[in-house]
């Protein structure tokens, strides 16, 4: 293709994205998600080094850019599920050689054998759990980093926001993970309302936090509408 052809297509999609991308984009790209949903049963069968993990793949690649970015002291991880995420997050503090997880779950004791990752038992918004998290945070030296993503409605979600919010340092971020339910035929779902007006409602009480748009929307469709709150 010529140079001046190149430069004509390109008039063309600049003119036309933003258009589609306000117009039909949306139903596409809802349909899109939802396809794609189907398809991984939610991502049900993502692993990380053999440890499911039940992740959105382009969320994970720009978590993991974040997590380099911030190189958090602390990574606090809400919902452990069967360990695979906070494997994830640990493997990639290994590459830094910064950093440690703290990872909370209710029901049961996952496995993970790494010298990066503490389990705490227990539900992420008990009064004695979030002491003790507030106890380490206290005394890490270094970027504070929380990730949400154990019960997603809304009550749960919101409670976390104000338990654990005033951890995260300046400049780092909390990420409220699985908007998603609330923006995909949530009426088919028991457990909505979730974290999309969880997120809303926080961010009306917290000015020191605004979402980072540019990493919600990083790659068109995401798990996470909204999720990415950078503290300021």
Known sequence: MSSQRQAVVKRLLSAFLPVYRLTIGRVVKKLFMLDLVTQTENFRHVKWLGQPLWQNTTDLWTIQEVIVDIRPAL????????????????SLMDLMDHGRVLTIDLSRRPEIDHPRVTFIPGSSTDGSVVARVHAEGAGTDGPVMVILDSDHRQAHVAAELEAYASLVTPGSYILVQDGIMDELLPALRKDTPGPVPAIRGFLESHPEFVEDKELSDRFLITSHPHGWLRRR
Request: no cysteine; aromatic share 18%; net charge negative.
């Open 75 to 90: 990574l606090i991880e809400t919902g452990t599920y069967e360990g695979g995420s906070a494997r994830f997050y640990a």
